[in-house]
């Protein structure tokens, strides 16, 4: 439903911290956010962005905007494609017009504090109440969120192990419990992990040096279009042994960062927030923090030979539901799952 054509309900603003994990504090770390869109030009984007954050806008040319000292700092606005037009010509406006029909807008900020998230909240909500659109309106759209969580360890991140773990232990979980649209699913940039990186990853000891993943990672990934990508961690960690990586998945920004890819953008459809997956993968960092669950979720993993093949069997979901206990809770059951 258009959110002009019926109300819409407030964003859920519940956006928890992140725990405190045994490498590193989780409270001082920072996230950045990437937002795709449609159906608004990035003219209409852009001024809505500074109607909510303040600050200053320049146009860098028809189809990309910047956001200067708002009060998330620098915020990036533009059509999403390494295509986009160049310039501000009549040219540049009608190519600009033309690709929005299929290419999202793309919002990017840098890396804000946790408690600054419910600002971004707001300005989703005015995208939405000015006809922003999200993956499901279209069946071409597959648009995207993107959050980069700064490690707990920037410097030698000893988190890395037991982070990735814990979300190769729920991935499965979580992309039943809730599916991707179609049109997010058909494209390669969210794969899940191939199912032998997974299940070496279940074997690996929560306190594992990052040498032991980045070694999975060398036999396993040829490619970061996974809904974790953790190749622009390992690139900063490690570049000289990350430039031997064979990465196929496209050029990769170095950075100390988890790139949580797998959320759709869901931007038009009522009562949906970024705390909607903000919570998703707080879970996926509580379940990393307490080494009493993430190895009961090995164990599961371990005695279900079809993991995650057949993981949408209701017993399987179930199961691992029950293992989270009120946990289960910060990543929703999708209505009509039950």
């Known amino acids: 439903m258009h959110p002009e054509s019926s109300p819409r309900a407030a964003p859920d603003a519940h956006l928890p911290p992140l725990p405190d994990l045994p490498e590193g504090p989780g409270a001082p770390r920072r996230v950045g956010v990437e937002l795709e869109f ?9 001024l809505i962005a500074g109607d909510v954050l303040g600050g ?19 915020v990036k606005i533009y059509l999403d494609t390494a295509l986009r037009p160049e310039g501000s010509d009549a040219a540049a406006k009608a190519g600009v017009a033309l690709a929005r029909q299929v290419v999202p807008i793309e919002i990017v900020t840098e890396p804000v504090a946790q408690a600054d998230l419910a600002r971004l909240d707001a300005l989703v909500a005015a995208l939405a109440s000015a006809g922003a659109e999200g993956s499901r309106a279209h069946m071409l759209h597959g648009f995207g969120l993107h959050l980069n969580i700064a490690l707990a360890d920037p410097e030698s991140g000893r988190d890395m192990p037991r982070v990735a773990r814990a979300f190769a232990l729920l991935e499965p979980w979580l992309r039943a419990r809730d599916p991707l649209d179609m049109s997010r699913r058909v494209l390669p940039f969210t794969q899940p992990f191939p199912r032998a990186f997974g299940d070496a990853l279940a074997r690996l000891a929560p306190d594992a040096a990052p040498e032991a993943l980045f070694d999975l990672i060398d036999a396993h990934l040829d490619s970061r279009n996974h809904g974790l990508d ?32 797998m959320p759709e953008s869901r931007i038009d459809e009522a009562g949906w927030s970024l ?20 190895a009961k979720l090995a164990t599961l993993r371990a005695n279900q030979p079809a993991w995650p093949a057949l993981f949408d069997g209701r017993a399987t979901v179930d199961a691992v539901t029950s293992a989270l206990g009120p946990l289960a809770d910060l990543a929703p059951e999708a209505p009509g799952r039950a």
Do not use: I, K, M, Q
């Open 56 to 74: 200053g806008l320049t146009r860098l040319s028809a189809g990309e905007w910047r956001l200067h000292e708002s009060a998330l700092g620098t």
């Open 275 to 294: 705390g909607y997956d903000w919570r998703r993968w707080v879970l996926v960092e509580r379940v990393a923090a307490d080494d009493a669950l993430a």
């Open 38 to 46: 449609g159906a608004l030009p990035p003219e209409r984007a852009a």
């Open 230 to 261: 953790l190749l622009p961690a390992y690139a900063h960690l490690a570049p000289g042994r990350f430039a031997r990586h064979a990465a196929a998945g496209g050029p990769v920004s170095a950075r100390p960062a988890y790139h949580f890819r």
